[in-house]
């Protein structure tokens, strides 16, 4: 596709239950990205991967967050036991390349976020 | 305390209107982005600057690495260019956004 996808959209979850949210980079992009969006707040950084590898995973708030990139493409982020304070938007963004610095010395191309309600 | 901070928080603004958002940010850094969210999430890279100036259309983006400070300007504001604006620091630490409104 053009752009970054992400899948679903929208989750509601029960209390307790897991979660696996989707993410496709633009094809060919080197770096990818997860942040957490609570309702009137900047994205907060989850964590990074370059390629197959998660380079920083400073920013899962939990053990129960956890993301893989197995192939170097497609990511998933998934929340184990859905607590209420995990809802969130969750945004993906891949970048071109992984910049002589890590994270976020190029542009990033954003998806459309996946809103999680946990009820 | 948030490390990158932007003001104001919300901005109200009539058609026409020249509207400026601030970004200060408390740690080093050698470049900024800006970017736009609109409703319904979707967010799009404005800029990314280390130095100066960068114009895009109606819109300016300043940046004083010195000062630790960058400000995002619109020209003759438009009803869509209503959104959340929102400035980054490099290692991807953002401001809360500013959200900005403009009447016809």
């Known amino acids: 596709g053009a752009g970054v996808s992400q899948s679903p959209r929208y989750k509601v979850a029960k209390r307790g239950q897991d979660v696996a949210l989707r993410c496709d980079p633009i094809?060919?992009?080197?770096?990818l990205f997860w942040y957490q969006q609570a309702l009137g707040q900047g994205p907060e950084f989850l964590t990074y991967f370059q390629n197959e590898a998660q380079l920083d995973k400073s920013g899962l708030p939990s053990d129960r967050f956890f993301a893989e990139r197995p192939e170097g493409s497609v990511s998933t982020l998934k929340i184990q036991r859905t607590q209420q304070e995990d809802s969130a938007v969750y945004l993906c963004?891949?970048?071109?390349?992984?910049?002589?610095?890590?994270?976020?010395?190029?542009?990033?191309?954003f998806g459309p976020g996946t809103r999680l309600t946990v009820l | 305390k948030n490390e990158v901070e932007q003001s104001p928080q919300n901005l109200t603004a009539q058609e026409g209107e020249f509207i400026t958002i601030n970004c200060s940010y408390s740690?080093?850094?050698?470049?900024l982005h800006w970017l736009q969210q609109h409703p319904g999430g979707g967010i799009v890279s404005l800029f990314m600057l280390s130095s100066g100036k960068k114009k895009h259309g109606r819109l300016i983006a300043t940046i004083n690495i010195q000062e630790k400070h960058s400000s995002l300007h619109i020209t003759a504001s438009h009803p869509r260019d209503s959104a959340v604006y929102i400035c980054?620091?490099?290692?991807?630490?953002f401001g809360a956004g500013t959200r900005l409104t403009v009447k016809p």
């Open positions: 980054a620091a490099p290692d991807m630490r």
């Open positions: 094809s060919g992009h080197v770096s």
């Open positions: 740690v080093g850094i050698s470049a």
């Open positions: 963004a891949s970048s071109p390349s992984g910049g002589t610095s890590g994270r976020g010395y190029n542009e990033q191309f």
